[in-house]
C-alpha cells in the first residue's frame, strides 16, 4: 500500500481528516455523498482501489484521496459506472 503522502503532498493532511485511515463502505458512502449501489460500483469496476479483509471491503484514505484527485484533474480516465437499465453514469 502506498504511503498516503506520496502522490500529493499537503493534500492529504486536510482531505477527509474526519474519517479513519481505513474505511468501510458507509464511511466511503459519507465522504463521498453517494449511496451504497454506486459506492459498491465504484469498488467493483476499480475507480477506487480497495482491499478485502475477509468478507468486509476495506478502502484505505489513500485510495480515497487517489480517485478524489484522479477525478478532478483527469476525468477522462476515470472509469465511469454505467446503469443501463436507468441510463445513470456514475463516477
Same mark, same amino acid.
Given at each position: 500500500?502506498?504511503?498516503? +503522502?506520496?502522490?500529493?503532498?499537503?493534500?492529504?493532511?486536510?482531505?477527509?481528516?474526519?474519517?479513519?485511515?481505513?474505511?468501510?463502505?458507509?464511511?466511503?458512502?459519507?465522504?463521498?455523498?453517494?449511496?451504497?449501489?454506486?459506492?459498491?460500483?465504484?469498488?467493483? +469496476?476499480?475507480? !477506487?482501489?480497495?482491499?478485502? !479483509?475477509?468478507? =468486509?471491503?476495506?478502502?484505505?484514505?489513500?485510495?480515497?484521496?487517489?480517485?478524489?484527485?484522479?477525478?478532478?484533474?483527469?476525468?477522462?480516465?476515470?472509469?465511469? =459506472?454505467?446503469?443501463?437499465?436507468?441510463?445513470? +453514469?456514475?463516477?
Amino acid at each position: 500500500m502506498p504511503s498516503p +503522502n506520496t502522490h500529493h503532498s499537503g493534500v492529504d493532511d486536510k482531505m477527509f481528516n474526519g474519517f479513519s485511515d481505513l474505511l468501510s463502505i458507509k464511511d466511503l458512502q459519507a465522504a463521498l455523498g453517494i449511496g451504497r449501489s454506486t459506492a459498491y460500483k465504484l469498488i467493483h +469496476n476499480g475507480s !477506487i482501489k480497495h482491499l478485502c !479483509i475477509g468478507r =468486509a471491503v476495506k478502502v484505505p484514505k489513500c485510495y480515497l484521496i487517489d480517485f478524489v484527485m484522479k477525478s478532478c484533474y483527469h476525468d477522462d480516465e476515470i472509469k465511469c =459506472a454505467i446503469d443501463d437499465s436507468k441510463g445513470r +453514469n456514475y463516477l
